[in-house]
Each structure stands twice: as C-alpha cells, then as structure tokens.
C-alpha cells in the first residue's frame, strides 16, 4: 500500500486539447466537468445495497496494458495496471477509503494490535478461515518471508522499495500458526501499509521467483476472484468467482479486463465493447461520454498527480542543483496546467506538494522561490556560468542542452514541445528523444536515461511511505534508488525521512513531511506540475464503482455489480 504507483502520460489529453482549439471544437464547455467538492473524503460511485443489484454478470474494464509482473514488489510491477489485475486476486490486509483513512479487512485479519510502543510491537490475527488457492493455510510464515524479501539485506530481489519493512527487527510465530508478532527495531508510523498485498512464503522465499517468477501469470492467490483465462493474442485477461473464497460472495460472475488505447475507450463503451473507463482527463472522452445513452460521468477528487522529474545523477548535465533550481524558474507551470487540462477545469490550481495532493487535510503549497520567472532564471544562469551563446547557452565549450524522453503518444510529445518552446527563452536547448511507450519505464526512466521526464504518480493513503523511496538517496550504493529515477537527494532529506516515518503521532508526522517538503522543492529534483481531475465514465447500471475517490487500494471488486 505505501509505494505510490506509475503511470505513463499515455493519454492524449494535450493533442486533444491543442487539435480541438485548433480546429474550433470542444468549445461552450462541452468537454468542461461540472465543479465538483475538492476535499478527499467524498466519491462517485452510485452506491447501492446488495438487494439492488443483480447476482451475476461479467464486467469489462478497460486496462492500458498487460501486467509487466503480477508481483506488485518487484520493480516491473509497480504499475496501475499490474495493481488493476492483481488486486483482484492478492490478500489486502487493510484497505483505502475514499477519505484517505484506513480501515481493518477483516476477511484475512481478525484483529491488528500495537501491544507496545517501545520498542513498537504488533500482534495479526489471521482469520482461521483465510487460505492460499493451493489449500495452505495463510500463516505468520507468509509474512516472515515477505519481510525478508523486502527489508533490503538481500539486494538480490528487486524490490521496489524497502520502507517499513527495513525498520522492523523481526516477525515470529505468535500462539499459533495464525498469530503473527512484528517486532520494530525502528518505530514506523505508517505500519498499516506493510504486508498489502501480501504474497506467499513460495514467491518470497527465493529471489529468481520473485523477480520473474511471477511474469506470466500469479501462481498462487487468495482471493474472492481467480484467474479464469489470460488470452496473451487478445490481450484480455479474465478474473472469475473463486468457490473456495471464504468471504462475501462477489456480486459478479467475473471481470474482463481489456488492453486497449486511451483514445478508444469512448468508441468501445458506446459499442459495449466496456463497461467502464478512465476518462484521464481526456477533452474529447468527457466530451463523449457526456452525450451518449445510459452512461454516467462521476467525478472526485483522486491522487493522481503529474510531475517532471529532472535527472540529477552523476556526470549528467543536470547534478547541478542550482542549475535545476534555475530551470525550476524557467517553466512555466501553469501554461502547461492550462494546456493540458484547462479546457475541462478552467484555471486549474498547480500542486505546490511532493508529498501529499490536494484535497487532503496535510497539504500546504510549499513552491517557496522557485516560481516561474525568466528574468531571474535568466540571471541565475549568467551567474553559474552558462553564457548564451547564439540560440542557446554553452559553458566551457559545451552547449546547454538536456534530453527529454517522450513516451511516444501526443500528451507527452506535447508536453516535451511546450517544455521545448517555454526553455528556449532563457537558452536551454530541449532535445525530445520520443522512445517506444513499452520501453519507456524499463529503458529510460527506471535506469534513469533522460534529463527530463514527465509522468503521473497514484499515491496512497500512505504518504510518507509512498515517498521515501522516491526522494530518500541511498548514498553508499547509488545503484539502490528504488523509485528516486533522478538521482536527486541529500543526507539530510534522508534523515528528515527516517525522522517523520518513525514518528507516531499523525498530526506531527505531518508537520515533519511538509518540512521535507520544502527541502524538496530547494533541491529540485522533482517539479510538481498539476493534479487530474477524478473523472470516471461508466455505464448508468454500474453500481458501487466510478470514481473512487482515494479508494483505490484496492477497488472494491466485491461489491461492484449490476443493478436490477
């Protein structure tokens, strides 16, 4: 639950917007959502009781792609649409709500206690009834080996971040089997996001198994669904009822998931080829969605946010800091708001936090001094010594010029023009390197191949343990970044994280993330950009799914149906 998840700007929401000016369409608002409560907390989702909704069906729930691993952690797999499938089929030990807050699932735990603050100690009961689709019983074995999987001592699994895990001193065998007893050697704030999802002692017990053992397809689950079919020439992937699930027998029949484009999703959903759809703020989607039959647009705020990172890495362009901070003054963030996504929010509000996204109670904007303004990048690149020279500017011979890698498809094509146009005016050269959308993460962005980068986080109901890994910097082993693609850190960001994620109480651990906060923006490694709109688009028989506010760990499949 604490790491945030990726995902690519696939969607073309800039062409969109830039085509449609271009040619007159998309005007008088018809693409525009309604205005709309802007604090977690409320969602969309035409809730219903369980008399109201039919037994049976197949929802069709469009995906971006095929999962890249079913194991969530392990580097391939920390993507939405890995989660999208996986979480159908993986234990969650406890679950988001749409106002951010936690809450106990109880079908694979009977109770979760802190039996001591010092040193910090929890006590898990399994529920007795909770098994493995291979009959095993769910045991405290299953958590000792994701323990030792993820705590970081074996770097032989790739894992996608060690948070949590590596401040606990041991997990043993309570009374029996279905007691499990985590002992801290650290205390951890956030302990509600270890353990979900949990996998097996068999996929954690050996590195190779758990870096591509999984590839292919889960092997072993625990879940109110099961694999039914994986159609790789399809590209679909069917989910069904698992008769040994031991909870709430699920409304559906199945789900069946589709891999297809963003752009043709409305066409699919008007066909009935989907039931439901990701709008991702795309102009001529909500367009679409909005006049057509029997279909509803819901909406609410989600942490769906979109930043650049800038590589600051050794020997790249960029590892300076106050070349970063000069290029921080040289974007203009709102234009690229307004492209983006002011045709259907006008005057968007820019995210002004790393850590927490807007709606939440948390959340201050901390931009401090690095707002846009060309004469002080200007004069801040004069001073460090890049000399315009032509165009462009050069220093000691060679010609300041940073590569953005584009994920091929217009939003992010876009996004590298505008960047392009908006650094030129103070003589940064942007050269767009547009790579296949397959290889953007795995080639470019994981092994940090760029200067500039462009793409979404989903964030948790666990904040600061989604962050850490992305901005912490393991100094010893700069190989070890986790999810801190740029290369960017400090000691003293690192010590500030290890304070606030120890640190119990909630209102504190707030105030000691939005100090980080600001030293984050002073490093400038990571420009926050804007947050999309929540707009979700389903068929009007859909019940208990739409926009799920901050509920997305994990969508609640259970109660998803049809109604009668």
């Not at 397959?438 to 962050?467: H, Q």
Request: net charge neutral.
């Amino acid at each position: 639950m604490g790491r945030r998840k990726v995902l690519a700007l696939v969607a073309p929401a800039l062409a969109a917007a830039l085509t449609l000016s271009a040619c007159g369409g998309g005007g008088g608002g018809a693409g525009q959502l309604p205005q709309t409560d802007t604090k977690a907390g409320v969602n969309d989702i035409n809730p219903q009781q369980d008399s109201n909704i039919k037994d049976g069906g197949t929802l069709q729930f469009p995906i971006d792609s095929p999962s890249a691993n079913w194991n969530q952690n392990e580097v391939d797999g920390n993507d939405v649409a890995s989660a999208r499938l996986s979480n159908t089929l993986m234990p969650w030990l406890f679950t988001e709500n749409a106002d951010a807050t936690i809450s106990l699932n109880k079908d694979y735990l009977v109770s979760a206690d802190v039996t001591s603050t010092d040193p910090q100690v929890l006590d898990f009961k399994i529920n007795p009834k909770a098994k493995w689709s291979n009959g095993r019983a769910i045991t405290w074995e299953d958590f000792q080996a994701q323990w030792k999987a993820m705590n970081g001592t074996n770097t032989a699994y790739q894992v996608t971040g060690t948070t949590g895990y590596e401040d606990i001193g041991n997990v043993e065998r309570g009374a029996d089997d279905q007691e499990v007893k985590i002992t801290f050697k650290n205390k951890f704030g956030e302990w509600k996001g270890l353990f979900s999802p949990l996998y097996p002692k068999e996929l954690n017990s050996d590195p190779k198994e758990f870096n591509t053992g999984w590839v292919d397809e889960p092997k072993i689950t625990a879940n109110a669904f099961k694999i039914g079919k994986i159609d790789n020439t399809a590209k679909t992937v069917e989910v069904v009822r698992d008769p040994a699930w031991w909870g709430k027998k699920p409304h559906l029949d199945g789900i069946l998931f589709k891999v297809m484009t963003r752009p043709s999703m409305p066409d699919a959903m008007a066909s009935g080829a989907i039931d439901v759809a990701d709008t991702n703020a795309l102009l001529t989607a909500i367009t679409q969605y909005k006049t057509m039959q029997n279909v509803k647009l819901r909406q609410a705020v989600a942490p769906d946010t979109v930043h650049m990172t800038l590589n600051g890495g050794q020997g790249r362009i960029l590892a300076d800091q106050k070349l970063r901070q000069a290029l921080f003054k040289a974007v203009d963030r709102q234009g690229i708001a307004n492209a983006e996504i002011g045709k259907i929010t006008p005057n968007p509000k820019l995210l002004g936090n790393h850590i927490y996204a807007q709606g939440t109670p948390q959340y201050q904007d901390n931009t401090g001094d690095l707002k846009y303004n060309v004469d002080e990048a200007k004069k801040d690149l004069d001073a460090l010594g890049w000399k315009m020279n032509g165009q462009f500017r050069s220093k000691d011979g060679k010609e300041l010029d940073v590569t953005y890698v584009s994920s091929s498809t217009p939003a992010s094509d876009d996004t590298g023009k505008i960047l392009q146009q908006q650094l030129a005016q103070v003589g940064i050269k942007v050269t767009i390197n547009a790579v296949p959308t397959a290889d953007f993460f795995p080639k470019y962005v994981n092994v940090g191949n760029f200067d500039l980068v462009t793409f979404r986080w989903i964030a948790s109901s666990t904040p600061m343990s989604g962050s850490k890994g992305i901005y912490s910097l393991d100094l010893q082993n700069p190989s070890n970044i986790q999810q801190n693609y740029g290369h960017v850190g400090s000691q003293a960001i690192n010590d500030a994280f290890t304070k606030a994620v120890g640190e119990i109480d909630d209102t504190k651990r707030a105030q000691l993330a939005n100090d980080i906060d600001k030293r984050l923006w002073d490093i400038a490694g990571e420009l926050p950009l804007y947050q999309l709109p929540g707009a979700v688009a389903t068929k009007a028989n859909v019940a208990n799914y739409g926009a799920m506010g901050f509920a997305t760990n994990p969508i609640d499949y259970i109660n998803i149906g049809f109604t009668k």
